[in-house]
């Protein structure tokens, strides 16, 4: 299982592109926004303030798979946002 941190993560997105934690065992990732706006892309190319798909406050985004995961990218379109990502395990 997820350490208790892991469950609830919150990353504050600034001006460089960043990714979000994936864990081994991690099937699904649900990521709701708050702040400002963010943009995302999944192609292995950094989003920009005006390219990827764009995200506004109080979206959620579902990922599901390690890959997705670990491979998405966001940056903040104008001020600093913050992402709030849960994690779920496969169920059997």
């Known amino acids: 299982k997820y350490p208790e941190s892991a469950r609830k993560f919150p990353a504050t997105l600034r001006e460089i ?4 934690k994936g864990y081994p065992e991690t099937a699904l990732a649900i990521i709701t926004v708050e702040g400002d706006a963010v943009r995302f892309r999944e ?3 950094a ?5 990827g798909h764009k995200l506004e406050v109080g979206d ?5 798979g390690l890959g ?3 491979d998405i990218k ?6 600093d946002a913050t992402l709030h990502v849960s994690y779920e395990a ?3």
Request: charged letters at 10%; proline letters at 10%.
């Open 17 to 20: 592109p960043q990714g979000i």
């Open 43 to 45: 192609d292995g190319i």
């Open 47 to 51: 989003p920009t303030a005006t390219v």
């Open 60 to 64: 959620t985004l579902i990922l599901q």
């Open 68 to 70: 997705r995961i670990t």
């Open 74 to 79: 966001f940056i903040r379109v104008t001020t």
């Open 90 to 92: 496969p169920v059997w």
